[in-house]
Nanobody, 121 residues
Framework: QVQLVESGGGLVQPGGSLRLSCAAS????????MGWYRQAPGKQRELVAG???????NYADSVKGRFTISRDYAKMTVHLQMSSLKSEDTAVYYC???????????????WGQGTQVTVSS
């Protein structure tokens, strides 16, 4: 089993920045990629960004140029730097982990509990 713990959510004004972090523990050798999903009220969960051990990344079109995902696999952590935040970025953000395919949208094997990000003035 793998446990994922997110941190860094909160309230931020439009145009502001926020950094989410996720630490993995447990049987981490099975993890080939990590990423972030989000779910806004009344909407389905969507892939935000993913990154493989080798550093290959993928982003949702809606966040390209504004969000940056990075990883430290030695520490089994992944970060999501979010800039130029918009009200439509408001959602619960979930850290995910699994095989490399999750970067392209395949279902993750593991999910964190989620952290709330609210963009509002």
């Amino acid at each position: 089993q793998v446990q994922l713990v997110e941190s860094g959510g909160g309230l931020v004004q439009p145009g502001g920045s926020l950094r989410l972090s996720c630490a993995a523990s447990g049987i981490i050798f099975s993890i080939s990629a990590m990423g972030w999903y989000r779910q806004a009220p009344g909407k389905q969960r969507e892939l935000v960004a993913g990154i493989t051990r080798g550093g290959r990344t993928n982003y949702a079109d809606s966040v390209k140029g504004r969000f940056t995902i990075s990883r430290d696999y030695a520490k089994m952590t992944v970060h999501l730097q979010m800039s130029s935040l918009k009200s439509e970025d408001t959602a619960v953000y979930y850290c995910t982990a699994g095989k490399e395919g999750i970067v392209g949208g395949e279902a993750p094997d593991y999910w964190g509990q989620g952290t709330q990000v609210t963009v509002s003035s």
